[in-house]
């Protein structure tokens, strides 16, 4: 198109603009084709949000075919787009609003050929008006795409959206793209993808990354360097944050220099990434809930960043206290490591939470004792190190049914309260009980005892903390006493020879003794000369003993089973006087 004549140069410009290189030789006039792109933005940015209505009148789209005919279609698309900015408020993210800058004739006959192919009267341009109808609607939302980029809002998610999947299922109709060409439906497309990924900036959308896969799959015409350049930036304004940079070319990595956003949670134990759901609170209030891998929005925006749900332990970042700790997380690797709680499975092995019921349920029960099947196990944890060990020693096939029970239960405390590293020692300790009357250390029960001692005293004064069910050392406990009681029916020789300060009599079981020492350190017995001292030689009845060894501090249980061991030792002395 020609344009009005151009100016004189002076005497100095015109030294200056003599080389070929700084201008086209197209004669005196001005060519509009070459200087119109670049005015029209030019006047749109100069009247940005002004909503000055007598400029916006010159950037409206011919209402004629005549007039439509004079304009080049892809600058229906600026000029749109420049109408838009100066007009800046009366944007809206609808498909009402984008159809309304088109002129009444274009919307009419867009597309519409066969319809009119049989009227003699109509001589309508149908490749014209498809064209301005391809150019127009994108210059729309492109408006919108720049208006609210960023924001994720959406219902403008779902218009651009909408009209992109219309446009992509245009191209598969021959019938309807020969009228406007492939050429144009393909750069219209292009723009709008640009656009919907210029909202959803830093989200990382699946649903447009989807489309971004589709677009970049295609090969052929009219599918062009640009094609692929544009699907490029779309995925690196979706990705903006991520540190990456896509087909886009050089000239736009500005994908490397923005602020890294991208939260990837990474569970403590795997050391694998999992899904996680985050909420983000912003400054003004909104609130929002998403599910990590997440790109965060803008750090200035936010006021704080948690991990909320029943699947992991929370932890918070908030502005005034830890805010410093989400920047160095992200300008790290991004990743955000997270405890699962127990009781919950991860969001790949259960996406809707049913199969977590079970277990939440006998987590609810809190009682020791609970004898779980190697199925159930599954409920509570997909950790391979505890499935198969429900597997092959908690089953019932087991050949040691009651070793069989007590692992279960075992296993049972400890993924119930999220202790699995208490495991191992409850195991050592039970082998230790199950072999006490075999080969005992005295060691062992005394640490044992003192264990006990500390859980008596813990639960007075912190009933709440607790790292192993009292109930386990209660049975513990009880166990070590029976074996005890039952040593003490047959020691009656060696606890005589030990209350009388004799020589021990030759046994050819050494674990004898060693349950003899047991005995003496569970119970606190005193040595014989303390007890001596003490003047126990004239004590008779039971009150009596209790009255005299009270005071040594020695437990009730204590002076009992020194009375039952006395006993025996004064039976087996009288057996041999008598024998005498």
């Known amino acids: 198109m020609v344009g009005g004549q151009k ?130 609607m ?21 218009t651009l959206y909408d009209m992109a999947i219309k446009i992509l299922r245009l191209m598969s109709m021959s019938v309807l793209i020969e009228q406007a060409g492939k050429t144009t439906v393909e750069n219209c497309l292009s723009v709008i993808i640009v656009c919907l990924a210029m909202v959803m900036a830093g989200s990382g959308d699946l649903s447009v990354l989807r489309l971004c896969r589709v677009l970049r ?105 830890n805010w410093d700790r989400l920047k160095r997380l992200l300008k790290g690797n991004g990743y955000l490591y997270v405890k699962q709680r127990v009781g919950h499975l991860s969001f790949e092995k259960d996406p809707k939470g049913y199969e977590s019921l079970l277990a939440q349920s006998l987590i609810r029960e809190q009682t020791f004792g609970k004898v779980l099947k190697a199925a159930e196990i599954r409920s509570f944890t997909s950790d391979p190190f505890v499935l198969g060990f429900a597997e092959f020693f908690c089953t019932a096939e087991h050949s040691n049914s009651h070793l069989s029970q007590m692992l279960s239960q075992v296993l049972y405390e400890c993924v119930s309260h999220e202790k699995l590293e208490v495991l191992s020692t409850l195991m050592s300790l039970h082998h230790n009980l199950s072999h006490l009357d075999k080969s005992c250390r005295p060691i062992d ?26 109930e386990f050392f209660i049975s513990c406990q009880s166990k070590v006493e029976a074996i005890l009681a039952s040593w003490l029916q047959s ?30 350190s569970w119970y606190s017995i005193p040595h014989p000369r303390a007890l001596l001292q003490m003047g126990l030689q004239q004590v008779q009845t039971f009150p009596s003993l209790f009255n005299v060894l009270r005071p040594s501090g020695l437990s009730v249980s204590s002076i009992m089973s020194l009375a039952d061991a006395m006993k025996c030792a004064v039976s087996v002395t009288d057996q041999s006087q008598a024998a005498v």
């Not at 030294?15 to 006039?29: A, F, H, L, T, V």
């Open 217 to 321: 799959s295609r090969i052929g015409t009219p599918v062009t360097y640009g094609s692929h350049m544009a699907v490029g930036m779309a995925c690196g304004l979706l990705f903006l944050g991520g540190g990456k940079y896509h087909l886009q070319a050089f000239r736009h990595l500005y994908v490397l220099a923005v602020e890294r956003r991208l939260v990837i949670p990474r569970d403590v134990a795997t050391n694998k990434a999992c899904y996680v759901e985050l909420e983000v609170v912003f400054k003004d209030g909104r609130t929002i809930e998403v599910l990590a891998p997440y790109m965060l929005p803008e750090l200035h925006q936010l006021s704080e960043v948690r991990v909320r749900g029943p699947r992991y332990w929370s932890v918070e970042f908030k502005v005034d206290s």
């Open 445 to 470: 029960l005394w640490q044992l005892k003192l264990i006990v001692a500390f859980y008596q005293r813990a639960k007075e004064n912190f009933p709440h903390s607790r790292l192993v069910n009292p």
């Open 491 to 520: 020691a009656g020789p060696v606890l005589a020879s030990y209350f009388g300060g004799e020589d021990f009599p030759e046994s050819p079981n050494e674990q004898c003794y060693n349950l003899l020492a047991a005995f003496l």
């Open 138 to 158: 994108a210059g729309g939302c492109m408006a919108v795409g720049l208006k609210y980029a960023g924001s994720c809002n959406s219902d403008v998610f779902s």
């Open 7 to 136: 100016r004189p140069l002076t005497a100095s410009y015109r030294d200056r603009y003599k080389s070929p290189s700084y201008q086209i030789k197209e004669g005196d006039c001005v060519n509009v084709d070459v200087t119109g792109p670049g005015a029209t933005l030019a006047l749109g940015l100069m009247f940005f949000n002004t909503n000055n209505s007598s400029v916006a009148e010159w950037f409206v789209a011919p209402d004629t075919q005549s007039l439509l005919d004079l304009v080049r279609p892809d600058l229906l698309m600026l000029r749109t787009l420049s109408r838009s900015l100066i007009m800046w408020q009366s944007i809206e993210p609808t498909h009402a609003w984008i159809r309304g800058n088109l002129p009444q004739i274009v919307a009419q006959y867009a597309f519409d050929r066969r319809k009119y192919s049989k009227d003699p009267d109509c001589d309508i341009d149908f490749e014209t008006m498809s064209q301005a109808y391809c150019n127009i």
